[in-house]
């Protein structure tokens, strides 16, 4: 059974820092890439990360750019999300993707609060 948890969110004051896991297991994780996603209530799912399934390859949205770093241990099976100078607009619930060709799992989401 497919399974990703995340884990590692809550809540932050502005300019704080948090950092994300997400493991996976069922599925030979070291030959999928890796995505973070993000989204608010009534908003479409974001990406903001991802990482190509050796890690090689690594591409951020320009609104975490700078802020935020994925990274993968593939001996784990985990993906990482370390957000650092976090905003009040990074809060929303935070969700793990694994893709590879037509095959795709998500999380269940982890909450991320920036706020004073």
Not at 4 to 19: A, H, K, N
Request: hydrophobic letters at 30%; proline letters at 3%; charged letters at 15%.
């Amino acid at each position: 059974q497919v399974q990703l948890v995340e884990s590692g969110g809550g809540l932050v004051q502005p300019g704080g820092s948090l950092r994300l896991s997400c493991a996976g297991s069922g599925f030979t994780f070291s030959s999928y890439a890796m995505r973070w996603y993000r989204q608010d209530p009534g908003k479409e799912r974001d990406l903001i990360a991802h990482i190509s399934s050796a890690g090689g390859g690594i591409n951020y949205a320009d609104s975490v750019k700078g802020r935020f770093t994925i990274s993968r241990d593939n001996v784990k099976n985990t993906v990482y999300l370390q957000m650092n100078s976090l905003k009040p607009e990074d809060t929303a619930v935070y969700f793990c993707n694994a893709a590879r060709f037509t095959s795709s799992y998500w999380g269940q989401g982890t909450q991320v609060t920036v706020s004073s």
